[in-house]
């Protein structure tokens, strides 16, 4: 627990005076004042109670965030035979481990899936996995179960050959109905974050395609395909189009409000591909409901609709 000091002699209201003291927005200050992590004087507070300068205002500690056991996670099988495993990613779980991670992965909930798992592919930390979504995303993953498979399948991505479709929700009015974006996609000098460039500058060749299925007041909801899987690749394009993802806490505009969604709008709604046997096949994931509903709050009102 911290004290905060009040600035000023003039009574305010607690989230104004604590976003004030905090350096934060004033929405934030009302998230931890409804946590009831804000005691005034020694007592638990709300949002509307007057402080100044005189008031002893308490922070009390965020509780720590103990990560889902592997164990505790369901993971939603798609599509099984004897190459491959399709899935359906929860959002939040990395697809395999990086260099700094400690939580559990994808690769560790497919372990109870395929016992061999570990001699499959070409890098034991990324057993059988021969593409990759988002941490934040959400959606259809193919693994592979053989070793056969997995150069099967990595070649089909390498080679452009599979058609991947995703749902993204994006700030602001996308006016046109149609389009495809280009930029290069390079790795920020500056952050976590990877930087869409203009044509004229270096980069690895990143191509997004997209469709306006349907316009709200606020933001427009997309069917993105893309050909090239770079990473963060729709959500650098859309953020340099001035159009960032809604929910994306990382690719943000000043000025553009983030959505209060408590994940990244996207969603990886299909996957063509060719497997092993010679069939080609398409993979689809319904959107999650915490998506639908989010669709169903921002229903009314609305600009207009595109149909996919």
Known sequence: MK?????????????????????????????????DRVLVDGAVA????????????DLIDEPEKIPQAVSTVRLEVIYEDADVLVVNKPAGILVHPTATSTEATLVDLLRNQIPNLDTIGDDK????????????????????????????????FARRLTEKHY????????????GTITFPIARSNTNARM????????????????????RYASATLLDVRIETGRTHQIRAHFFALGHP????ELYKIRGIKVLPLGRLFLH?????????????KTFESPLPPELELALTKLAEPHLQRTNR
């Open 245 to 248: 993802v809604a929910g994306d």
């Open 125 to 156: 930390t990324r057993s059988g996995i021969v593409h990759r979504l988002d941490k934040a995303a959400s959606g259809v993953v193919i693994v592979a179960k053989t070793n056969a498979a997995f150069l099967h399948l990595k070649q089909q």
């Open 268 to 280: 990886a709604r299909s996957l063509g591909i060719e497997l092993p046997s010679g069939e080609q």
């Open 3 to 35: 004290t905060i000091e009040i600035l000023g002699v003039d009574e305010k209201r607690l989230d104004v005076a604590l976003a004030e003291a905090m350096g934060i927005s004033r929405s934030k200050a009302a998230k931890i004042i409804s946590d």
């Open 195 to 214: 930087a869409a460039r203009p044509n004229s500058q270096e980069g690895k060749e990143a191509i997004t395609h997209y469709d306006v299925v349907h």
């Open 167 to 178: 749902t993204a929700l994006v700030m602001g009015n996308v006016t046109d109905d149609s």
């Open 46 to 57: 709300n949002a509307h109670e007057p402080v100044s300068s005189t008031s002893k205002v």
